[in-house]
């Protein structure tokens, strides 16, 4: 064990190669398990990572830079429109259709969010919640107005068909898993390789000088602008990355709800995204990925336990919101710091056991 | 002690006047600092001295005036500018990184050095040139005999500690100017001393202004000191000179309030208004 650790260490300790090996070892492991899975879960996993890559953008941008964002559930629905519109125009039948869609979300996103990061970076606290809240309120009712959204019945999203993949990963796929790839592991398989993609991403810049500048004005503002930081500018970069990260999950959410409405991306969603950055820890991916499998996967567990409880099926389906918040009062309550965030210390003293472990090996 | 160069100021604040409203709270402030120099700035609560710091780091724009940086003007430079000019500043409340750990903190200050930007950071290329800050940031906290706390955050520390953190953060920036702002505040006797150490070997590579109320300090440190009453220097000149100065004596060392007193701040701010 010793020996494989010193063995390991030059890896380990270049933070790209660490994340790399830590993002490809989940992957597969999740794409054997979406491999075994029901259409159902399938599905419900599909949902877990766009909300993943969202809940991650914003955990950054929140706990890291510190500024929170109420309009994250917007961006996702200005992600998810543009690559609707771009789908509906070139057919989406092939894999690069998708591909360049997802990029023009990111993109228009990008744009979105420098727009709405440069006025933001001037605000503080409450003031940067209201101006993000603006932006919850006002994209769905804009989408509401406009026809060539689609107004209030929104738009129709093509999806890929499993068929027209290049016959390299339906291979891969079947190699892997020796389940033949269809529709809905697709999405699922396509949704983690995109979260597993920007969690590296995210981590590395969280773990880089551009991380480390984002924490020192989210800490003292005068001390870091005394450092040579322009707090403005390093503002806008965590918005507009944030930003960006929704985009992709609102281009994935169109393709697996296969419908672009407003209905969907109400002030609700943001606040839920929110929740869900706070109930897995502040500032951590790891989190974020928790939070967004409670989002995912609560409803299905609910449903269960209300009809367990002899409630009929549209019964139980309300039961979910009522857990939701049980589960975000029960954390707020015993881990404030969220469900990562509490567990740190706690790994923090097994980890300096195990490195204090090492240096006794290392001197006998 | 070294006699400081009388031919090239390495700094230099030229008839600076700020007002605040009704308040003047600097009047036609010129002082000079040299390469390798520590000048003292003293006077009593309200007398600007935190101001005159405020203005030379851009978080104040002085009504009339210039600002000289080895004479090029610095005036309208805004405070995230002065520490790719060379200048660091320590700050009264430390504004310590709370939520960042020692080492963080004092690789924040280093950050102007740094040289990978955002694209190296996405994909996880920068750890060679982060590595390189953490060894400066290491070496600046061993100076300071505190490298033993590099893991910590500052919360934890104690007071003198925590200074001392603030201290290493902005002399990793390798600044040619370091601006300390009370410095001696809420430390021993001892401390104080081993302070007063640093201060003078700090000298061998960069020029210091000191605000301090600490007379002992002052006087055993600087090399020149300018005193500052109701926002005008009212003396300038060596330690000898000011310790028997009349004006200043008037002024300052017969001046008995209590010095971290913020109700002797607010009264003598009042007194300034009404003169």
Redesign the interface.
Known sequence: MERLRSLLRPVT?????R??IVALVALLVVMAVIGMSSQYLQTRYAEMAYFAIAAGGLTLLTGLSGQLSLGHGALMAVGAYAATLVLERTGGESLADVFVALLVAIGVCAVVGVVVGVPAARLHGPYIAGATLTLAVAVPRLANQWDVLGGEQGLQVPVPRASELPAWIQDLIWFFTAVEIDQYSFLAYLGWLLLALTF??L???S???????W??V???D??????????GRARV?AFTVSAMCAGLAGGLMAMNVRLTAPGAFTITLSLTLLAAVVLGGLGSLTGALIGAGVLAFLPHFATDLGESFGLSATQAAEVTPVVYGLVLMLVILLAPAGIVGSLRPFLARLSATSALGSTKEKTT | MQKPGEATPLFAVEGVSVRFGGVRALEDVSLEVAPHEVLGVIGPNGAGKTTLFNVVCGFVSPAEGELRLRGETIRDLRPHQLAGHGIARTLQGLGLFERMTVLDNVMVGADRLARAGFVRGLLGLGHRDDARLAAKARDVLGELGIESYATRYPGSLPYPIRKKVALARALVAEPELLLLDEPASGLSAEEMTELGEIITGLTERTAVMLVEHHMDLVMSVCHRITVLDFGRVIAAGTPDEIRNDPAVLAAYLGDQVEHDDLDAEVHAITVAEEA
């Not at chain 1, 773990?207 to 500048?213: E, N, T, W």
Request: hydrophobic share 50%; net charge positive.
């Open positions: 300790s270049v933070p790209l190669a994340h790399l590296v991403a981590a590395n810049l773990r880089s000088r551009v991380g480390r500048r924490r020192a989210r800490d003292d005068v001390s870091a602008e005394l450092a040579g930081i322009h707090l970069v």
